[in-house]
C-alpha cells in the first residue's frame, strides 16, 4: 500500500485502471462525487487546457472538480510573481515608446480575481471557499508542525495544505471516500486529513487521473 509522496494512490492500489475507485476493504466508497486539485500540480502553476480537459471527462463520469480557494490564490501569487518579472522587463520598450502599458491584471488583488474568474469559467469546476475554521486549523498546523505542518529550510509551513484539505472534506460531508484529491505530494494530503480526524484519504497523482 503505497504512501510516500511519489503520487500513487495512498488510500488503495488495487484501482490501476480507474483511479477513481478504491479497494472495498478500505470501506471507502467506490465514487467520489469530486476531485480536488492541489496547487503543486503543473509547476504550481494553473493551467487552463489540462484543468478543463480532466473536468469535462470527468464530468462524463458525474464527478465533479473542485479547486480550494488556498490552492485559487497560490496560482494567483505564483503568476504575479511572473507578470512582476514581466512588466520589469517591459519598462524600457514602454518608455522608448515601442510598445503601450503591460496589458492585463497587475496588481496581486486583480490576478487574484482573474484566476477565479476563469475558474469560474470552466464547465465543472468548483471553487471552495476557504472558511475560517479550516484556516485556523491550518494555522495551528503550521506552528505546531501538526498534520501538514512542518519546518521547511528553517520556516514552518503547511497552513495552506491543511486548510485546504479540511475545507473540501468538509464540502464532501465530511466524508473522505466522496473525494479523490489529485496532488504532487499526497504524504503532505494524507498527514493533512489525519490531523482532521481522517484515516483514510483517497489521493492520487495527475498521470493516473
Known sequence: MPTEGDGEIAASSSAD???VSTSATTGLHPTPIAVVIDANLWHKHLNVDRLAAHAARLQKSGIDVWVP??????????AHE?????AERWKKPEVAGICGPLPGPSSIHDVVATVIEILQSIPNVKVIEMTGAAAIAGIKDQILKTGSGKRENGVKT????????R????????????VLFVSGNTRDIEAAAAAAGHTHVNSTKESRL
Open 17 to 19: 485502471s480507474n483511479p
Open 167 to 178: 475545507d473540501a472534506l468538509a464540502a464532501a460531508g465530511d466524508d473522505p471516500s466522496k
Open 158 to 165: 503547511g497552513a495552506s495544505d491543511s486548510s485546504f484539505v
Open 82 to 86: 511572473e507578470i512582476q518579472q514581466i
Open 69 to 78: 480557494e488556498q490552492v485559487a490564490l497560490e496560482w494567483a501569487e505564483h
